[in-house]
Nanobody
Framework: QAQLAESGGGLVQAGGSLRLSCAAS????????MGWFRQAPGKDREFVAS????????NYVDSVKGRFTISRDNAKNTVYLQMDCLKPEDTAVYYC???????????WGQGTQVTVSS
């Protein structure tokens, strides 16, 4: 059974940084796009970033461009989200996802909380 497990969330002050990790297991994810979504209280889940299976193509939502960086290590079946210059509006539960498109939705993790204090 395919599983995605996020880690690295926490509480940080505005302007700080966090690095999220997502470890995949149960199948080989190296040929799938992987990405991150987030859901703030009372809001819909939104796309944040994605990366192609070879890592050569990335997409970001406009609000995080220049601040977040997605990367992957296929040998470790892991995808990362480096988040810098964090803002209070980045506060949300962050979900890892994998799938066949650059907005991957086929597999989901359980989520990790990111809280940015002002």
């Amino acid at each position: 059974q395919a599983q995605l497990a996020e880690s690295g969330g926490g509480l940080v002050q505005a302007g700080g940084s966090l690095r999220l990790s997502c470890a995949a297991s149960g199948r080989t994810f190296s040929r799938l796009s992987m990405g991150w979504f987030r859901q703030a209280p009372g809001k819909d889940r939104e796309f944040v970033a994605s990366i192609s299976w070879r890592g050569g193509s990335t997409n970001y939502v406009d609000s995080v461009k220049g601040r977040f960086t997605i990367s992957r290590d296929n040998a470790k079946n892991t995808v990362y989200l480096q988040m810098d210059c964090l803002k209070p509006e980045d506060t949300a539960v962050y979900y890892c996802a994998a799938g066949s498109s650059m907005v991957p939705r086929d597999y989901w993790g359980q989520g990790t909380q990111v809280t940015v204090s002002s």
